[in-house]
Each structure stands twice: as C-alpha cells, then as structure tokens.
C-alpha cells in the first residue's frame, strides 16, 4: 500500500451489494505524508494500553472494582475467567470497554457480587492477569464508563530516520484531529462479522450460521479451523466440533445446538447476547466507515454541512446544523468543541436532515438495508442506534526513535478518548494495511 490517497474501492458482491466491510481506509488523511511502515505487535510488550476511568469506586456497594493487567487475554476471556472465579453468571460482570488480546492492557473490571468484598474471594492465580487494585462501588461498569485510553506502541523492522515522517503525521492528525473510524478488529479475523450481523438482521439464520461455520478464502484460520469449517460444509457437525478450539464459544454453542437437532432460528438464538451484539454492532460499524470514508473523499469529515448532526464531544449530545455557514459554529469547530457525527444505524438512531441524509441512507442502502429492517425482535435491544463523531481528538502525543534487543523501533504515544481505535491512528502512521497493523487492535 502506498501513500496515495485512495487506497481501496468497495468491492460488489454478486448482489450489486457492497460487500467489502470498509476495514481500512479508502483515502488515507495524511495522504501527502509518506507512511513509516514496519510492524506492530511482533510481541505483547510492543502495545501497552491503559485505560484512563471516568470516575473512583467510592468504597461501598455491591460491585468489587479491580484493576486488572492482562497479557494473551481478550476481554471477553477475560470475562469468563473472572465469572467463574467469582461464582457468579457473565452478566455480573462489568467492564467500560473492550481490550485486546495481543497485548498488555490495564483495565477496570466490575463484579456484582452482594455482601461480598475483595478480601472474602481467594486470589486470582492465573498468570496472564495481575490485579493492581481492588475496591467496592455502588454500580456496575458499564460500555462508555470511562474518559479515554493512553496508548505506547512500539513499530519495528522501521528506519530511526521515520520517526520525522511519523511526527507529520501526527501534527496532522493532532491540528485536524483523527478519522473515527471503527477498527478493522471489529470485522474479526476473516472480516465478515458485518455480514453475519446483516444476515441475522433480515433473517437469514442458514446464511448467518455459514458464515461463522463454513469454510472461508482466508488462509489465516490455522488447520483445526479450517478442519471443522470443512467438516461442517460436508454436514459433519460432531467432527467440526471436535476441530472446533475451545475457545471459539459462539461456534462451539452453534454446533451443539445443531448437533441436538436444532433448526437455522433456534440455532441462531444460541448466540449468547454479547457475541450477537458484537455482531450487529460490526453491521453499524461497516456502514458508519463507508459515510466516513466518503466524507474523507469530499474533504468535508471535519466540516459541518446544511443537516449535519454536529457532535459535542463533552457530553456526546448532538445537535442539529441548520446554517454551517455560522460563524459561531465554525469557532467551536476549529477549537475542536464540536465534530460533524455519522450513522452507528438503528430504529433509535437521530436522524440527520437534507442531503447528509440522504448520503447516509445510501451508505445504509449499499448494504442492502432499509432503517425499518433494522427495527425487528432480534435487533432492537442491541442496535438501538446512535451517532458517532467522524473525527476525535489525539492528545498527549509523544514519540522516540530508539532500539534493544530486538532491534531498532520507533515509539508512538497517545491519549484517544472512548470508543477510538489505536489501530486507525497507526494505520495513517504506517501505511501499511492489515499485513502491519496484526489480526487485532485495541479500542476503548
């Protein structure tokens, strides 16, 4: 991938469908700005993320808060270690955001556990997780419960010299501010999360279970995998599950529910809330890239436009623009105040007015979706809707060029507020597409 700045077209399925899920950048922001290229993440060390909360536990109530560090564990792993260690069921425990797995990450964790306090629980002898702290809160922790994310990631197999290409990019991306976009993790390892969510959206349970069990052009599933995709493709439902990794729960709980007879729906019901969420939201993420990305195109994803829903980034209320000529807006908008906002599509959503509308229904529409398909029994109480701010602010930006044992690297630091992706930023860094980025990322 070069420092052009279109750097991909969506791709059309055979449907007339867009079928690509926007995972990266179509027009890249610093595209005048030569990317440093290397890799991320060659080890856990590399990537260090920590979150910043939005607020203290106050010292009593019915949730234990722990600080928790974490190495080779998903956050969803993670959830499943901790509910059984505390006896209690996954809904009780509360977290404000995802972290990856290939990584060392720093999170808040809360447990509903009533009449209990740290002291009455045994430690957590696991080795990928350290608890830092632990203290008692009123509340559970819930999605957004947190100020931001501070961020080191180390970019090897790169020049020391990059480092001055590196700190263009990021003055760039500091005076502007960053592209929102959803992360490519968000589309999971074979990027088709977003399908899966648009199939159990309209409905199509078979295609839905075909996509998350049956074989895929991707060559980076690993030989068990690809094993228990091609044994369910043959109808061999216990030999796929025998292939399947215990910790691809979704499949494993899909295949058990066929395996008992189940049929396509009753399957599908199968999915735990979490995963289904996960995939809808990866539904609303591939629409929400494609308006970006489209904006990135017209030069106007930090202008605000006649029906614009301008975002406030204190608070995340939004508003509507009715003159984007208004001089008053354009001075909250150059002090970065407020941002013009994007579809996360559901029956919830605010609508924008005008021609932004109707971009966005297009966006919406190239999925092969209406907004009343998006409003059924499945899908209402996961995709209720929002909007999201097309750019956020980068602060705290630091940067060195240096080396050890490993080899020589160059270190980019930062602070993204909830909800952004660490990966896009190093993606405008490096230029180098997914084959740098790793098969994860980090949001907050």
């Not at 489209?294 to 202008?303: I, K, P, S, Y």
């Not at 996360?344 to 959503?349: A, D, E, Q």
């Not at 084959?435 to 907050?444: F, H, L």
């Amino acid at each position: 991938m070069t420092s052009s700045g279109d750097v991909g077209a969506a791709a059309r399925d055979s449907r007339g469908l867009d079928s690509s899920p926007h995972v990266r950048p179509t027009r890249y922001l610093t595209a005048d700005v030569p990317g440093i290229g290397g890799v991320i993440k060659q080890r856990d060390d590399d990537f260090l993320v920590e979150e910043i909360p939005a607020y203290q536990p106050c010292g009593s109530g019915e949730h234990i808060y722990i600080f928790v560090q974490k190495r080779g564990l998903s956050t969803q792993q993670l959830v499943k270690i901790l509910a059984k260690h505390f006896g209690v069921r996954e809904s009780a425990i509360g977290y404000a955001g995802l972290k990856d797995r290939h990584a060392i990450t720093r999170q808040v964790i809360s447990i509903h556990a009533p009449g209990k306090t740290p002291e009455d629980f045994p430690m957590i002898t696991d080795e990928r997780i350290v608890v830092l702290w632990s203290d008692l809160h009123s509340n559970k922790l819930r999605r957004g419960h947190l100020l931001g994310n501070r961020f080191s990631i180390r970019v090897r197999n790169v020049t020391l010299r990059s480092v001055f290409d590196a700190q263009k990019t990021l003055q760039r991306l500091e005076a502007r501010g960053v592209p929102n976009r959803t992360g490519e993790q968000r589309f999971g390892l074979l990027e088709d999360n977003h399908l899966v969510g648009r199939a159990l959206v309209l409905g199509q349970w078979r295609e839905a279970l075909d996509l998350i069990l049956g074989p895929s052009p991707h060559a980076c599933l690993g030989e068990e995998n690809t094993l228990a995709r091609e044994a369910y493709a043959r109808g061999d439902l216990p030999e796929a599950l025998r292939h399947t990794h215990r910790t691809l729960h979704t499949e494993q709980r899909l295949l058990r529910a066929l395996i008992r007879g189940a049929g396509p729906l009753e399957a599908c019901k199968a999915i735990e809330p979490l995963a289904r969420g996960f995939y809808f939201s990866a539904l609303q993420s591939a629409v929400f890239n494609r308006v970006l990305d489209e904006r990135l195109e017209a030069g106007t994803f930090d202008r605000l436009l006649p029906g614009d829903l301008a975002f406030k980034h204190e608070g995340g209320a939004v508003f509507s623009v009715e003159d984007a000529a208004d001089v008053t807006l354009a001075q909250r908008l150059a002090k970065g105040e407020i941002s013009p906002s994007g579809p996360m599509w559901g029956p919830r959503m605010a609508r924008a007015g005008g021609q932004v509308d109707h971009a966005e229904l297009a966006a919406l529409a190239a999925f092969g979706l209406t907004p009343e398909q998006l409003d059924g029994p499945l899908t209402d109480a996961d995709i209720p809707g929002t909007r999201r701010s097309l750019r956020v602010p980068i602060t705290h930006v630091d940067l060195e060029a240096g080396g050890d044992e490993h080899g020589t690297f160059v270190r980019v630091a930062f602070d993204l507020p909830a909800g952004a992706f660490a990966t896009v930023v190093m993606e405008e860094v490096m230029k180098v597409g997914k084959s740098g980025i790793g098969d994860q990322g980090i949001e907050g």
